[in-house]
T-cell receptor, first 116, second 116 residues
Framework: DTGVSQDPRHKITKRGQNVTFRCDPI?????LYWYRQTLGQGPEFLTY????????KSRLLSDRFSAERPKGSFSTLEIQRTEQGDSAMYLC??????????????FGPGTRLTVT | AQSVTQLDSHVSVSEGTPVLLRCNYS??????LFWYVQHPNKGLQLLLK??????LVKGINGFEAEFKKSETSFHLTKPSAHMSDAAEYFC??????????????FGTGTRLTIIP
């Protein structure tokens, strides 16, 4: 399977703990995006990378959240001191960039986080 | 600022009858518009996209959508519903200049139920 993969698929953690999620984009896609989806809502943009550079962050991304893409391939999203309000599905997507035109984003299956 | 409004949170149709899922958008620029589908426990899949070419856009699985600038609408239709169409559908807008799609803004979704 050459699609976007995410690990883990499910994570249950206690309030106050740190968690880290991983996303592997489609090979050679140079743009990578993170979204968060809460129950009954559409996904909300968190941040995106072009290669290893983080180009934009949403104000939803509080200082407890950090994302990295150190070598321009896979990415990690870490949440420190988790809160119950962090419970959501975290989605990763990737796309390719040709010239100034981005192409459609391909989504992974998501990581469902439950904070107890 | 960009936004989308999906006018129905839930639509039920009988198998073999037409499907209409309604979407209105707001955008500061000439928008790119998309419809994504989300089946349970599966990733978001792109159905179709509008990026300033033909106003009637054909997508996968027999779906199509028409961009109407005067009405700021981008409704999704299908002539004949199939049981496999049951899913959550998201209308999505990106108003990044040059018709890129770096930051997608999702609607709240429409759950489509197919009645046998």
């Amino acid at each position: 399977d050459t699609g976007v993969s995410q690990d883990p698929r499910h994570k249950i953690t206690k309030r106050g703990q740190n968690v880290t999620f991983r996303c592997d984009p489609i090979s050679e896609h140079n743009r990578l995006y993170w979204y968060r989806q809460t129950l009954g809502q559409g996904p909300e943009f968190l941040t995106y990378f072009q290669n290893e550079a983080q180009l934009e962050k949403s104000r939803l991304l509080s200082d407890r959240f950090s994302a990295e893409r150190p070598k321009g391939s896979f990415s990690t999203l870490e949440i420190q001191r988790t809160e119950q309000g962090d419970s959501a599905m975290y989605l990763c997507a990737s796309s390719s960039l040709a010239g100034f035109q981005s192409y459609e984003q391909y989504f992974g299956p998501g990581t469902r986080l439950t904070v107890t | 600022a960009q936004s989308v409004t999906q006018l129905d949170s839930h639509v039920s149709v009988s198998e073999g009858t037409p499907v209409l899922l309604r979407c209105n958008y707001s955008s500061s620029y000439s928008p790119s518009l998309f419809w994504y589908v989300q089946h349970p426990n599966k990733g978001l899949q792109l159905l179709l996209k509008y990026t300033s070419a033909a106003t009637l856009v054909k997508g996968i699985n027999g779906f199509e959508a028409e961009f109407k600038k005067s009405e700021t609408s981008f409704h999704l239709t299908k002539p004949s519903a199939h049981m496999s169409d049951a899913a959550e559908y998201f209308c999505v807008v990106s108003d990044t200049p040059n018709f890129g799609n770096e930051k997608l803004t999702f609607g709240t979704g429409t759950r489509l139920t197919i009645i046998p």
